[in-house]
């Protein structure tokens, strides 16, 4: 991921245009006409043909332009595109756009390699271009303009962006940058992502996906700007891909599609299914983002419209709020005897704008719920009198209002009212439902990225050396499918809760013994490495209640395996004590390899018609609790999981730890290729795996280098000896947040001052969660604990380094409990910190320290670190700025 010099491609001061000419239809000519004249800065022709075009001198190479231009757009024939990239890195140019199309592999390669050696971006090639309408930048060959605003639109369909130009600008949307990928060579969504997260201009980025191809990074990028601003996504392609050869209920139900709706609810983004709800969903998360999104209640002057709008409620699964007996006394003491005592609140055709106003006061006392405002014009009040009088009580903070006037003409003025207030506005009560909807879910995804899981529980640790066996006999056996006795003691090994099986001989006797030994009822099942799918064959029978039953069992399945699979292997029977619990469900979970984003978890209802009810869902790992238990909530069957009539609810937690435990096995066992566990049964006193399917590859598809989002990177974890004990040194963790709030209240407030700059002692619980729920990826943060009495542990210190994008600096900042200053912590700390960096190739790590803080200068300088003025304090007073070259003084 790099936004290295980005900031020549999307703010040039001057430009060069190679192809230019003035041909009507030609590329070069249309980004010619759409910069001369409107772009602000330095522009330039270039065209060896052509002294001058239109009165504008020309140039024939790189090599007579008066200086390098910070932005090359090249429209030239594709062999010429790799000699003018080298040409202009060479002379000092750092951002082309190659609209040219056609480059075959080679050439394409040779254009990276030599725009790399300068450290050249490019965006493209085959792409329209990129406009900034800030700077009057059109650098595209798009015959349509953008007008300035706050949205940033990044589309990987060159076709679509005129288009959505055209479609843009007949409704006002303005934009930040718009911006064509093309083949994205070079710049991806990734960098997109990374740059526009932190732009000013922009208040909300839209994206136009059709594939993903360096699955880490975008989800790295995704999640860092989805915490500044709402991330959109549209993505072509939603029909099922399917994976009909997969061995397991997992592959075949975790279609591609479905992967990528994972991933992006666990980056926090949002997505939707078209470019009209796109915008829909930009101006509602863009202006009312902090809104209250518990449920809707419709105020309206029309019954009708309060009918549509509960209509399309009950489509998008939408709440309508139920009103209160306190609110529905405020709303009898305002309203005419004949409204309509119930949500949607119809306040009568004939309401004036006061009416409207006591009413939204009279709701005010549900704050968790928006308000759907919708007005109808009528003959007896104005529309626009309507907004003026109800601007004051819509625009009150926080925001609780979304508009929709019905009709056109009428209500023009009185729509541009509220528009011009930042209140939202729809055209159609579906459109302000549909959009309601979207804030609903993407509040699900962000409330997700904060959740806090809980200090880890005393769950059963996975015996690896066991597990390792398993796989690798199985593997060195020529086979990738487990038997169901081997799958379930892989199951046992990792901590998951099994029931007890037995292997025996494919003999009827054999059966009846272990029968014996178990207890009756048992389940018997057929025992082959080439059968996937047993009940397909007839190779399952349950609840067989006695000796003579299971004889005659025995018999009756070897025969109906040998007519349906003559070439199937049989080795013998399992038999398994029939597991009966009450009120028990039976579900699914697990793991399969998506080829863009990694291992995936698949949760669902299961049962042998797993894949005709589909009801699933799926989650990238690393899972913790908070994050299993809103993936088990993101099914239907979770509704029967909670309870109902005489039915206790399911130990919902003991479902999440499995799922957790999958998670931490797909890191553990990078052989783990699909995973089964199906019927996983479930009640109110726990769960148990019934059957399980498990195929593993020499080609270790899974393990941490395969994660979409880098697991917790259990290797930095170590311990030190410090003043006589055994302290431990680690990376920080989700889980930590309680003691790192407990550490931040021992500190004195002097010692907070000096470290962070400022002096509050309270921190919100969205602070915490930044502080310990980390991308490992871009940022690292350290801790030193030590074990309490009560099983528990305390924090003494951390230091912390955020990554830029480019691996390039690295910026600190390092803390120990104000009693353990000066035992060493911190310079143990740092020294972590220092070769952490070192190891992933940073190149400087840097800090702000206050002057007076000569601790920190001192264990600076001590360390290593150059001292000097701090470019952010012109005036040297409060700062000082302190620097160490890693890889230099490595």
Same mark, same amino acid.
């Given at each position: 991921?790099?936004?290295?010099?980005?900031?020549?491609?999307?703010?040039?001061?001057?430009?060069?245009?190679?192809?230019?000419?003035?041909?009507?239809?030609?590329?070069?000519?249309?980004?010619?006409?759409?910069?001369?004249?409107?772009?602000?800065?330095?522009?330039?022709?270039?065209?060896?043909?052509?002294?001058?075009?239109?009165?504008?001198?020309?140039?024939?190479?790189?090599?007579?332009?008066?200086?390098?231009?910070?932005?090359?757009?090249?429209?030239?024939?594709?062999?010429?595109?790799?000699?003018?990239?080298?040409?202009?890195?060479?002379?000092?140019?750092?951002?082309?756009?190659?609209?040219?199309?056609?480059?075959?592999?080679?050439?394409?390669?040779?254009?990276?390699?030599?725009?790399?050696?300068?450290?050249?971006?490019?965006?493209?090639?085959?792409?329209?271009?990129?406009?900034?309408?800030?700077? %009057?930048?059109? =650098?595209?060959? *798009? #015959?349509? !303009? /953008?007008?300035? $605003?706050?949205? &940033?639109?990044?589309?990987?369909?060159? +076709?679509?962006?005129?288009?959505?130009?055209?479609?843009?600008?007949?409704?006002?949307?303005?934009?930040?940058?718009?911006?064509?990928?093309?083949?994205?060579?070079?710049?991806?969504?990734?960098?997109?992502?990374?740059?526009?997260?932190?732009?000013?201009?922009?208040?909300?980025?839209?994206?136009?996906?059709?594939?993903?191809?360096?699955?880490?990074?975008?989800?790295?990028?995704?999640?860092?700007?989805?915490?500044?601003?709402?991330?959109?996504?549209?993505?072509?392609?939603?029909?099922?891909? %399917?994976?009909? =050869?997969?061995? *397991? #209920?997992? !592959? /075949?139900?975790? $279609?591609?599609? &479905?992967?990528?709706?994972?991933?992006? +609810?666990?980056?926090?983004?949002?997505?939707?299914?078209?470019?009209?709800?796109?915008?829909?969903?930009?101006?509602?998360?863009?202006?009312?983002?902090?809104?209250?999104?518990?449920?809707?209640?419709?105020?309206?002057?029309?019954?009708?419209?309060?009918?549509?709008?509960?209509?399309?409620?009950?489509?998008?699964?939408?709440?309508?709020?139920?009103?209160?007996?306190?609110?529905?006394?405020?709303?009898?003491?305002?309203?005419?005897?004949?409204?309509?005592?119930?949500?949607?609140?119809?306040?009568?055709?004939? =309401?004036?704008?006061?009416?409207?106003?006591?009413?939204?006061?009279?709701?005010?006392?549900?704050?968790?719920?928006?308000?759907l405002f919708i007005q109808a014009p009528t003959a007896i009040v104005p529309s626009t009198e309507i907004a003026q009088t109800l601007l004051p009580q819509a625009t009150k903070a926080p925001r609780r209002v979304l508009g929709c006037w019905l009709g056109d003409g009428a209500v023009k003025e009185a729509r541009q009212i509220f528009r011009n207030a930042g209140v939202p506005d729809f055209d159609t009560p579906e459109d302000a439902v549909r959009a309601f909807s979207f804030l609903r879910t993407y509040r699900q995804h962000q409330e997700e990225l904060l959740q806090t899981p809980p200090a880890r529980s005393a769950t059963r640790a996975m015996d690896l050396p066991r597990i390792r066996a398993i796989v690798d006999g199985v593997l060195a056996s020529g086979r990738d499918l487990l038997t169901e006795p081997e799958a379930k003691d892989l199951l046992d090994a990792a901590g998951l809760p099994v029931v007890a099986t037995r292997v025996v001989d494919p003999d009827p006797a054999a059966a009846q013994a272990a029968a014996?030994?178990?207890?009756?009822?048992?389940?018997?099942?057929?025992?082959?490495?080439?059968?996937?799918?047993?009940?397909?064959?007839?190779?399952?029978?349950?609840?067989?209640?006695?000796?003579?039953?299971?004889?005659?069992?025995?018999?009756?399945?070897?025969?109906?395996?040998?007519?349906?699979?003559?070439?199937?292997?049989?080795?013998?029977?399992?038999?398994?004590?029939?597991?009966?619990?009450?009120?028990?469900?039976?579900?699914?979970?697990?793991?399969?390899?998506?080829?863009?984003?990694?291992?995936?978890?698949?949760?669902?209802?299961?049962?042998?018609?797993?894949?005709?009810?589909?009801?699933?869902?799926?989650?990238?790992?690393?899972?913790?609790?908070?994050?299993?238990?809103?993936?088990?909530?993101?099914?239907?069957?979770?509704?029967?999981?909670?309870?109902?009539?005489?039915?206790?609810?399911?130990?919902?937690?003991?479902?999440?730890?499995?799922?957790?435990?999958?998670?931490?096995?797909?890191?553990?066992?990078?052989?783990?290729?699909?995973?089964?566990?199906?019927?996983?049964?479930?009640?109110?006193?726990?769960?148990?795996?019934?059957?399980?399917?498990?195929?593993?590859?020499?080609?270790?598809?899974?393990?941490?280098?395969?994660?979409?989002?880098?697991?917790?990177?259990?290797?930095?974890?170590?311990?030190?000896?410090?003043?006589?004990?055994?302290?431990?040194?680690?990376?920080?963790?989700?889980?930590?947040?309680?003691?790192?709030?407990?550490?931040?209240?021992?500190?004195?407030?002097?010692?907070?001052?000096?470290?962070?700059?400022?002096?509050?002692?309270?921190?919100?619980?969205?602070?915490?969660?930044?502080?310990?729920?980390?991308?490992?990826?871009?940022?690292?943060?350290?801790?030193?604990?030590?074990?309490?009495?009560?099983?528990?542990?305390?924090?003494?210190?951390?230091?912390?380094?955020?990554?830029?994008?480019?691996?390039?600096?690295?910026?600190?900042?390092?803390?120990?409990?104000?009693?353990?200053?000066?035992?060493?912590?911190?310079?143990?700390?740092?020294?972590?910190?220092?070769?952490?960096?070192?190891?992933?190739?940073?190149?400087?790590?840097?800090?702000?320290?206050?002057?007076?803080?000569?601790?920190?200068?001192?264990?600076?300088?001590?360390?290593?670190?150059?001292?000097?003025?701090?470019?952010?304090?012109?005036?040297?007073?409060?700062?000082?700025?302190?620097?160490?070259?890693?890889?230099?003084?490595?």
């Amino acid at each position: 991921m790099s936004i290295r010099n980005l900031d020549a491609l999307f703010a040039p001061e001057s430009v060069a245009v190679f192809g230019a000419s003035l041909r009507p239809a030609s590329v070069g000519g249309t980004v010619w006409r759409n910069l001369n004249g409107v772009f602000g800065g330095r522009l330039y022709a270039v065209n060896p043909k052509h002294p001058e075009l239109g009165g504008v001198k020309a140039y024939a190479d790189v090599a007579t332009l008066p200086e390098a231009p910070d932005l090359a757009v090249i429209c030239t024939p594709a062999p010429t595109v790799a000699p003018l990239i080298a040409d202009l890195g060479a002379r000092g140019t750092r951002a082309a756009i190659v609209v040219t199309a056609g480059l075959d592999k080679a050439q394409k390669q040779a254009m990276l390699d030599a725009a790399r050696v300068n450290t050249l971006r490019i965006l493209g090639p085959n792409c329209i271009g990129m406009l900034a309408p800030h700077l %009057g930048l059109n =650098a595209s060959f *798009s #015959h349509i !303009g /953008a007008i300035p $605003g706050e949205l &940033a639109f990044v589309s990987q369909s060159g +076709a679509l962006v005129t288009a959505m130009l055209d479609w843009a600008g007949s409704r006002g949307i303005g934009f930040s940058h718009f911006v064509s990928l093309g083949e994205h060579a070079d710049i991806d969504f990734g960098d997109m992502l990374d740059f526009l997260g932190s732009d000013a201009k922009t208040r909300a980025i839209l994206l136009y996906i059709e594939s993903v191809e360096e699955s880490p990074k975008f989800m790295s990028a995704a999640r860092a700007a989805a915490r500044n601003k709402p991330v959109i996504v549209v993505k072509a392609g939603r029909s099922a891909a %399917g994976q009909a =050869a997969a061995a *397991s #209920h997992t !592959g /075949a139900l975790a $279609g591609s599609d &479905a992967v990528f709706d994972a991933a992006i +609810a666990r980056a926090g983004m949002l997505r939707v299914n078209s470019l009209q709800d796109l915008f829909l969903a930009a101006e509602t998360l863009a202006r009312f983002r902090d809104g209250p999104s518990g449920g809707l209640i419709v105020l309206t002057n029309g019954g009708g419209a309060g009918v549509m709008a509960a209509d399309a409620a009950a489509a998008e699964n939408v709440p309508l709020t139920p009103l209160s007996d306190e609110i529905l006394a405020r709303l009898n003491a305002v309203l005419p005897p004949n409204w309509s005592h119930a949500n949607p609140v119809d306040i009568i055709g004939d =309401a004036p704008g006061q009416r409207y106003v006591d009413a939204l006061q009279a709701l005010s006392a549900e704050q968790s719920s928006a308000v759907l405002f919708i007005q109808a014009p009528t003959a007896i009040v104005p529309s626009t009198e309507i907004a003026q009088t109800l601007l004051p009580q819509a625009t009150k903070a926080p925001r609780r209002v979304l508009g929709c006037w019905l009709g056109d003409g009428a209500v023009k003025e009185a729509r541009q009212i509220f528009r011009n207030a930042g209140v939202p506005d729809f055209d159609t009560p579906e459109d302000a439902v549909r959009a309601f909807s979207f804030l609903r879910t993407y509040r699900q995804h962000q409330e997700e990225l904060l959740q806090t899981p809980p200090a880890r529980s005393a769950t059963r640790a996975m015996d690896l050396p066991r597990i390792r066996a398993i796989v690798d006999g199985v593997l060195a056996s020529g086979r990738d499918l487990l038997t169901e006795p081997e799958a379930k003691d892989l199951l046992d090994a990792a901590g998951l809760p099994v029931v007890a099986t037995r292997v025996v001989d494919p003999d009827p006797a054999a059966a009846q013994a272990a029968a014996a030994e178990l207890g009756y009822p048992v389940a018997l099942k057929i025992l082959s490495h080439t059968i996937s799918h047993k009940s397909d064959v007839g190779g399952v029978r349950l609840n067989i209640a006695s000796g003579a039953e299971l004889g005659e069992a025995c018999t009756a399945m070897l025969a109906r395996v040998r007519e349906l699979r003559p070439d199937a292997d049989v080795q013998g029977f399992t038999v398994q004590r029939m597991v009966k619990l009450k009120h028990a469900h039976e579900l699914i979970i697990g793991a399969s390899v998506d080829r863009v984003f990694g291992p995936v978890i698949l949760f669902g209802q299961g049962g042998t018609a797993v894949e005709v009810l589909a009801d699933r869902a799926l989650a990238l790992p690393p899972l913790n609790l908070p994050l299993a238990l809103a993936q088990i909530g993101r099914t239907r069957v979770a509704k029967l999981l909670h309870g109902y009539r005489d039915e206790p609810a399911a130990d919902l937690d003991a479902i999440a730890q499995v799922l957790v435990s999958v998670s931490q096995l797909l890191v553990d066992l990078p052989e783990l290729a699909e995973l089964d566990i199906n019927p996983l049964l479930v009640n109110h006193e726990g769960a148990v795996a019934l059957d399980a399917r498990v195929r593993v590859s020499a080609q270790r598809p899974a393990g941490a280098a395969h994660f979409a989002i880098q697991p917790y990177p259990q290797s930095l974890v170590e311990s030190w000896a410090w003043q006589g004990e055994a302290i431990t040194l680690r990376p920080i963790r989700p889980e930590d947040e309680a003691q790192h709030r407990r550490f931040l209240e021992q500190l004195d407030p002097e010692d907070i001052r000096l470290r962070v700059f400022y002096s509050r002692r309270s921190i919100e619980h969205s602070e915490l969660a930044r502080l310990t729920q980390i991308d490992y990826a871009r940022e690292m943060a350290f801790i030193a604990t030590r074990p309490l009495p009560d099983d528990g542990e305390e924090t003494l210190g951390t230091v912390r380094a955020a990554v830029d994008p480019d691996n390039h600096t690295a910026e600190f900042g390092v803390i120990v409990r104000s009693d353990l200053k000066g035992s060493g912590l911190g310079h143990r700390l740092m020294s972590k910190m220092i070769e952490h960096l070192r190891a992933r190739g940073t190149q400087c790590l840097v800090g702000t320290v206050l002057r007076e803080n000569q601790g920190m200068l001192e264990l600076a300088q001590s360390l290593g670190f150059q001292e000097s003025a701090n470019p952010g304090d012109p005036d040297d007073r409060g700062t000082r700025f302190v620097r160490l070259d890693l890889q230099r003084d490595a």
